[in-house]
C-alpha cells in the first residue's frame, strides 16, 4: 500500500533567496572552485561541482573521460550493460557517484555502500518527463535539503540538478556565462 506524505514539501520555485549584505567589490570575485575529500575513496577533488545529466545522449563513459579533465562530473546514463560497467570503473577508478535518490534512506545506503557522491533528484529537470509520464517524482527543494542532512552525518557528499536554480544563478550572477539546463 503506498503510503502518502502529507507533510510540506517545496521545489526551488516556492521561494526567493534574500540578498544580504557582502564583502565583496564584484562578483567577479566570487570563488566557484571546491576541495573535497571523499569519505570511500579517500580522494581528494579540488574544482567547480558541475555535473553532466544522465540523459543518453551526453551521460556516457565517453563523455565522463572528456569532462574529468576538466574536473567535472558525469553522471552515466543507465542504457549500459554490466560488462560495460565493470570495463569502465576498471580503467577509470577516480570515484563512484550514485544516483538518483530523493531520500535520505537511500543516501545513507549508497555512502554505505562505498558511492562517493549521490545525485539528488527524481523529475525536477524542465526537459525531463519523468513527472508527467510516470506521477513520480519529488520537489527538488526538499530532497536536496533531506538528502544532505543524511549524507553530511555521514561525511558523504551529495550533488543537485541544476534546471530549477538556474534562474537564481543568472539573477545572482547575470554577467557570468551560465551552465546550460537540461
Known sequence: MPRIDADLKLDFKDVLLRPKRSSLKSRSEVDLERTFTFRNSKQTYSGIPVIVANMDTVGTFEM??????HAMFTAIHKHYSLDDWKHFAENHP?????????????????????????????????????????????????????CADSAHGLKGHIISELARILSCWEACFPDTPSVQER
Request: charged share 15%.
Open 64 to 69: 565522463a573521460v572528456v569532462m574529468s579533465q
Open 94 to 146: 577516480e570515484c563512484l557517484q550514485a544516483g538518483n535518490v530523493v531520500t535520505g534512506e537511500m543516501v545513507e545506503e549508497l555512502i554505505l555502500s562505498g558511492a562517493d557522491i549521490i545525485k539528488v533528484g527524481v523529475g525536477p529537470g524542465s526537459v525531463c518527463t519523468t513527472r508527467t509520464k510516470t506521477g513520480v517524482g519529488y520537489p527538488q527543494l526538499s530532497a536536496v535539503i533531506e
